[in-house]
């Protein structure tokens, strides 16, 4: 069975502390993003990364960046976490010939205090 | 760019009626169109897709979706609704242009009633 794991389900955090999420997959997919979803909002792309190594920018990345140092693993870094970034984060992946079809994890709500 | 509107964040429907969810499209260029599914506690999943073939698509546990070009929409329809069928649906567009980028609505919540 197809599956993207994170790391967890629930984390709090203060202002101002660096944060970390991290992502799996064990499909050998090429394609990992990360989402953040918010009542009322949808699913915003944050980052997506087609390879190693590589990274692009979503619609929202101010107060984050990422990492891809292997292929099965897409972290999600929060420098300096903020109370506005209190959020359910979504991490996704998919094979490069079929983009669109998202596997996503459960979820991790992070909260920031 | 690409996006998609869906109305109406809450839909409540009886239990073996009709569900119905809106989604209308904009793009430049002959979209991708999707509907995905989160239930409670969990990632969304695919639920079906359009891409250009034929315009009434078949998914998963009953549902459909027909895309109409001249109304710029790609309705999710489902006869007779199920308990089980109580999540959130998310309709997407990408253009296909190779980026894999979605654009996600921002969501129905479908509350079925018995």
């Known amino acids: 069975d197809v599956k993207v794991t994170q790391s967890s389900r629930y984390l709090v955090k203060r202002t101002g502390e660096k944060v970390f999420l991290e992502c799996v997959q064990d499909?050998?997919?090429?394609?990992m993003f990360w989402y953040r979803q918010d009542p009322g909002l949808g699913l915003r792309l944050i980052y997506f990364?087609?390879?190693?190594?590589?990274?692009e920018k979503g619609d929202i990345p101010e107060g984050y960046s990422v990492s891809r140092e292997k292929k099965e693993r897409f972290s999600l870094i929060l420098e300096s976490a903020s109370t506005n970034q209190t959020s359910m984060y979504l991490c996704?992946?998919?094979?490069?010939?079929?983009?669109?079809?998202?596997?996503f994890g459960s979820g991790t709500q992070l909260s920031v205090l | 760019a690409q996006s998609v509107t869906q109305l109406g964040s809450h839909v409540s429907v009886s239990e073996g009626a009709l569900v119905l969810l809106r989604c209308n499209y904009s793009?430049?260029?002959?979209?991708?169109l999707f509907w995905y599914v989160q239930y409670p506690n969990q990632g969304l999943q695919l639920l079906l897709k359009?891409?250009?073939?034929?315009?009434l698509v078949k998914g998963i546990n009953g549902f459909e979706a027909e895309f109409k070009k001249s109304e710029t929409s790609f309705h999710l329809t489902k006869p007779s609704a199920h308990m089980s069928d109580a999540a959130e649906y998310f309709c997407?567009?990408?253009?296909?242009?190779?980026?894999?980028?979605?654009?996600f609505g921002k969501g129905n919540q479908v509350v079925v009633i018995p």
């Open positions: 996704a992946s998919s094979f490069r010939t079929e983009g669109e079809k998202l596997f």
């Open positions: 499909m050998d997919h090429e394609n």
């Open positions: 990364s087609y390879d190693v190594k590589m990274k």
């Open positions: 793009s430049s260029v002959p979209p991708y």
């Open positions: 359009y891409t250009s073939a034929a315009t």
């Open positions: 997407a567009v990408s253009d296909h242009g190779g980026n894999n980028r979605l654009a």
